[in-house]
C-alpha cells in the first residue's frame, strides 16, 4: 500500500510566447485545466504503475474540489481519507514558454487545512510506504513522517518545493 499525504490542485497552464515582464499583459488563445499538485501528481504516478494507493488530502467545498475527487476516483485512488472543508480548493497558475521555462504561482486553499489526524492507523503499517512532498504544512508533515516511523512504515520524501524540515523529521526519512 502507498499513502500519499499532500496537495491538492486544480492546474490552469497557460502556454506563452515568453514569460511576461513585470506589469505585461501576455495574450494566448486558450488555457488547460487539469488535476494535479505535487501530491497528487505522486498518488496517480503510484496507482497507474499498479500500487494500491491512498491518497490523504484536503479539499475545498467549491466546484473544483468536486472535480479533483471525481478524477482521483476515476484513477482507482482511494480517497477515504480526503477531507473536504468550506473554502476554496488549491489552485495553481502556470505559465510556460516556448522553450519550456516556467513560472508557477500557487494558492494553497484547503492544502493549508491538512492535518496529520487525517491519515487513518490502518494507511500506516510495515507494509506501508508513506509519500510526501511539501505543499502542504511542514509541521503536519513531520508528524506524519514520525506517525510513519512509530508504525514501521517506509518514508519517502520530495522535499519540493524546498522549505526547511527539521534534522529529527530529515533523519526518519528512507
Do not use: H, Y
Amino acid at each position: 500500500m502507498i499513502t500519499v499525504f499532500g496537495s491538492i490542485n486544480i492546474d490552469l497552464t497557460f502556454q506563452l510566447p515568453a514569460l511576461p515582464s513585470v506589469g505585461e499583459t501576455m495574450l494566448t488563445p486558450a488555457f488547460t485545466e487539469a488535476v494535479g499538485g505535487k501530491g497528487v501528481n505522486q498518488a496517480v504516478a503510484a496507482r497507474r504503475d499498479g500500487a494500491d494507493t491512498c491518497f490523504v488530502g484536503c479539499i475545498g467545498s467549491d466546484e473544483f474540489g468536486e472535480r479533483a475527487e471525481t478524477a482521483l476516483q476515476r484513477e482507482g485512488i482511494n480517497v477515504e481519507a480526503l477531507a473536504r472543508v468550506p473554502g476554496k480548493t488549491g489552485l495553481a497558475s502556470i505559465w510556460i514558454d516556448e522553450l519550456g521555462d516556467n513560472m508557477i504561482a500557487v494558492a494553497s486553499g484547503a492544502n493549508s487545512l491538512l492535518t496529520s489526524e487525517s491519515v487513518l492507523p490502518s494507511a500506516l503499517t510495515s507494509e506501508t510506504l508513506v509519500v510526501l512532498q511539501m505543499e502542504v504544512p511542514r509541521a503536519e508533515t513531520e508528524r506524519v513522517i514520525t506517525r510513519a516511523k512509530q508504525n514501521d512504515a517506509k518514508v519517502l520524501l520530495n522535499l519540493a518545493p524546498a522549505l526547511p524540515l527539521s534534522s529529527t523529521a530529515l533523519e526518519q526519512v528512507d
